[in-house]
């Protein structure tokens, strides 16, 4: 069976420092891979996309940037944090090609920014 | 970009009650999807729809994609407690891809 993993469950970061949060997903292959951003009691904001290795798609201008080294890993960076950051990431994942397929989510990073 | 309505945004039920919440848009889907998400979790799927007007339960939850394919329902019978939480829709529109969120429905539950 498949499974996501996202890590680290809370950070608190000074303002101005680097962010790196990482996903990994197991028992799947070639999987499309979506950060998201919820910001309290607020719905869900798709940042990025990808599609494969080195493949990567935004959806807003922010402060944020994703890659993806390897098949199942993405991950989520910054290189100065900013005080809007804040907020609670959750990082998911599809079946190849599956963007109308089910959303599988990981169990979120709960970032404060201070 | 495209939004979905969803309502209401937040419900105070008593445990036992049934709870009724639904999500609109002008625009047209191919896919409806209701998640749930606990306190500091991510969403978890409840149930996925395919068809406009087909019926689909999950235990004591029953979703619907509408006719007119614009809106989806989810119904919660006999409530308990483990049902508190966040509820939302998510939808395929026509002609895209990537899924698009409603804002959310927050469940409370009095014993």
């Known amino acids: 069976s498949q499974t996501i993993h996202q890590w680290p469950a809370t950070l608190v970061q000074p303002v101005g420092s680097p962010l790196s949060l990482e996903c990994t997903v197991e028992g799947t292959s070639n999987p499309n891979l979506y950060w998201y951003r919820q910001a309290a009691g607020r719905g869900l904001q798709l940042l990025f996309y990808s599609v494969g290795i080195g493949q990567i798609s935004s959806e807003v201008p922010q402060n944020l940037s994703a890659s993806r080294p390897q098949d199942r890993q993405f991950i989520l960076s910054s290189k100065k944090l900013l005080l809007s950051d804040s907020g609670f990431y959750l990082c998911?994942?599809?079946?190849?090609?599956?963007?109308?397929?089910?959303?599988?989510f990981g169990s979120g990073t709960q970032l404060s920014v201070l | 970009g495209q939004q979905l309505n969803q309502s209401p945004q937040s419900m105070f039920i008593q445990e036992g009650e049934d709870v009724s919440m639904n999500c609109t848009s002008s625009s047209i889907f191919n896919t409806w999807l209701w998640y749930k998400q606990d306190p500091g979790e991510g969403p978890v799927l409840l149930i996925a729809?395919?068809?406009?007007?087909e019926l689909t339960s999950n235990g004591r939850l029953t979703a619907q994609f509408g006719i007119t394919r614009k809106d989806s329902f989810l119904n919660i019978s006999a409530s308990i407690p483990s049902d508190v939480g966040i509820y939302f829709c998510?939808?395929?529109?026509?002609?895209?891809?990537?899924?698009?969120f409603g804002q959310g429905t927050r469940l409370t539950i009095n014993p």
């Open positions: 998510a939808g395929q529109l026509q002609g895209a891809q990537k899924l698009v």
């Open positions: 729809l395919y068809k406009a007007g």
């Open positions: 998911a994942w599809s079946p190849t090609g599956g963007w109308g397929e089910k959303l599988f």
